[in-house]
């Protein structure tokens, strides 16, 4: 039976440039929460957000050819650029006809919209578009960017299913491996939304916090006083593998992606469904792909963005699938630290689950002070501090606005 390995990973995010920034600053708890310096918030309601910062992307990409692409596409060529020399990745000896990109993105080219409809209005309506607009706004344009820098031949695709779009396109990646379409497949996802719509549309649906007097503070999964998410941007990149292939080249292996469940809560276009049933769907749908029992899982990532109805939703869920080991069975929600990343969250949590297994080591839930009286006292959300464990199996669950779930499980490699 074929095998899927993690050979590779890159990120840049709101707690790093690269995947040791991120991990270091992750488990020791900081806040990537800022002030938004990217465009004038004085009229919005939400002044903050959990943004990159000091990144130089022209170390990655000529700037000639930044200028011809949305950040979103950036970010996706920085994570895939670490991704590919993390995995060994060479042009010249791998198969380009057996390897593919699968990425993801909820929004896309936001970034360009914005600022070419914000300039076409203050100029009297004189269409002045660039003429990379339509290429720099379209959502498959990162993962056409990958396949065209590496040269990459096989399958190639974008995933969008708003918050789960990067989990989705790992699942997508693991099961094209599994059938015997593909030795290698780069999996992530990029998301670069914070501008003037995205703001300003999350606002209006009352989603995200505004919290600006602490804004470092304001992201706060399953506390009694959150008050919505906080956006976050960046990209995160997997190199999944073959086993055999990773063997035969002498891969350096991180763990073995064994599962992954999809559902749809089929619910509400926004709230999650109150007894989390599309989320127990996909998570036993995963644990029984892996061939795992619920005491076998070590860590989940939950979803949690900090939602006033979401995250009790999330604990109901775990609780009842893993009513029997909720006493040995640790949570987290790193978006406390990095923010929601929307489209690319699922893969950079997925990274934090990797990582977690490589250090024995669960990140925490930040900015935690009082739990949720609708959340069950007995679940261990891993409260402010990270925590020395084994971490044999780590789950990692994504939910998007249109009822869409995935979820994923890493393994400890045997």
Known sequence: MRRVVVTGIGTVNPLGNNTNDFWNNLINGYSGASLIDSFDTTHFKTKFACQIKNLDVTQYIEKAEARKLDLFTQYALVATDQCTKDAGFDKESWDLERMGVIWATGIGGVRTIDEGLIDYAQNNSIPRFSPFFITKTIPNMASGHITIRYGILGLSYTIISACASSNSAIADAYNYILLGKANAIIAGGSEAAICESP????????????????????????????????????????????????????????????????????????????????????????????????????????????????????????????????????????????????????????????????????????????????????????????????????????????????????????
């Open 199 to 414: 703001i300003g549309g999350f606002s209006g649906a009352r989603a995200l916090s505004t919290n600006n007097e602490n804004y470092q503070s304001a992201s706060k999964p399953f506390d009694k006083d959150r008050d919505g998410f906080v956006m976050g941007e960046g990209a995160g990149a997997i190199m999944l593998e073959e086993y055999e292939h990773a063997i035969k080249r002498g891969a350096k292996i991180y763990c073995e992606l064994v599962g992954t469940g999809m559902a749809s809560d089929a619910f509400h276009v926004t709230a999650t469904h109150p007894d989390g049933l599309g989320a127990i769907r996909a998570m036993k749908e995963a644990l029984k792909e892996a061939h795992l029992k619920p005491e076998d899982v070590d860590y989940i990532n939950a979803h949690a963005t900090a939602t006033p109805l979401g995250d009790p939703c999330e604990c109901k869920a775990i609780e009842t699938v893993f009513n029997g080991s909720i006493d040995t069975l640790h949570i987290s929600a790193t978006k406390s630290m990095t923010g929601h990343l929307l489209g690319a969250a699922g893969v950079v949590e997925a990274i934090a689950c990797i990582l977690a297994i490589k250090h024995n080591k669960i990140p925490p839930t930040i900015n935690f002070n009082e739990l949720d009286p609708a959340i069950n006292p007995k679940l261990n959300l891993t409260p402010n501090n990270a925590v020395d464990k084994e971490v044999k199996v780590a789950m990692n669950n994504t939910f998007g606005f249109g009822g869409h779930i995935a979820v994923t499980i890493f393994k400890k490699i045997e």
